[in-house]
């Protein structure tokens, strides 16, 4: 069973810095890998997909890239601003699971001014 | 393009109610919906899949006849909670794809609180 893990739980920086978000998993036969933002009593908003064939892949001050054989995947955000404060998800796709995601438990940003 | 609703976004209700939750694709056929639920600091666990026309397939542990999920179009699917208790509260997300490995798009969740 893909398990995903997602390291750290929260994250606390200072408006301007620099971050990256990091996402594991332990099943490397993967469609895609998408990173999300949630905010609080929020639905999800997909940021980036990347598929398996992918390494990396931008949208604006966004980075994801994708390791799929050591089973890696990092979500690098620059010059971080208030407005990223939001819980970020990851989810993997895999061959055999019926197109369901499977996601991590998300990791909690807070950019303070 | 591409976006999914879901209504109600909040509910409040007594013990013993049972619950509706629609998820409409509003720009695109939805093949196959799913059904997420996610507790407090927890992440969205998958509880159900739903591909139009037929039968739910439910996650072990879900309970199919608490957990009444109908796909009869392309673009609605409805999740009813029967006889909810305080234990079912929870945050529930619905998501469709056109088809095959494409992009899942998510409705706004539904916050469930029972009384």
């Known amino acids: 069973k893909q398990e995903v893990t997602q390291i750290p739980a929260a994250l606390s920086v200072p408006e301007g810095e620099n971050l990256v978000l990091n996402c594991s998993f332990t099943?490397?036969?993967?469609?895609?890998l998408q990173w999300f933002r949630q905010d609080p009593g929020k639905g999800l908003t997909s940021l980036l997909l990347?598929?398996?064939?992918?390494r990396e892949q931008t949208s604006g001050r966004l980075n994801a890239s994708l390791d799929k054989s050591s089973g890696r995947s990092t979500l690098y955000i620059a010059a971080s601003q208030p407005g990223d404060s939001a819980t970020y998800l990851c989810a993997v796709l895999n061959s055999n699971s019926g197109y369901a995601l499977n996601f991590g438990k998300g990791t909690s940003l807070l950019v303070t001014p | 393009g591409a976006v999914v609703s879901q209504h109600p976004s909040w509910v409040i209700c007594k013990s013993g109610t049972s619950v509706k939750i629609e998820c409409r694709s509003l720009?695109?056929?939805?093949?196959?919906m799913f059904w997420y639920r996610q507790f407090p600091k927890q992440s969205l666990m998958l509880m159900a899949t739903?591909?139009?026309?037929?039968?739910?397939?439910?996650e072990q542990g879900v309970e199919k006849d608490k957990f009444l999920i109908n796909h009869a179009s392309l673009t609605l699917s409805t999740l009813t909670v029967t006889s909810a208790h305080p234990e079912d509260s929870s945050f529930y997300i619905c998501s469709g794809i056109r088809g095959g490995n494409q992009p899942q798009h998510f409705g706004d969740g539904t916050r469930l609180s029972i009384l």
């Open positions: 739903s591909n139009e026309g037929s039968k739910a397939t439910y």
């Open positions: 990347i598929q398996s064939s992918q």
């Open positions: 099943d490397s036969a993967i469609y895609n």
């Open positions: 720009d695109f056929q939805a093949t196959t």
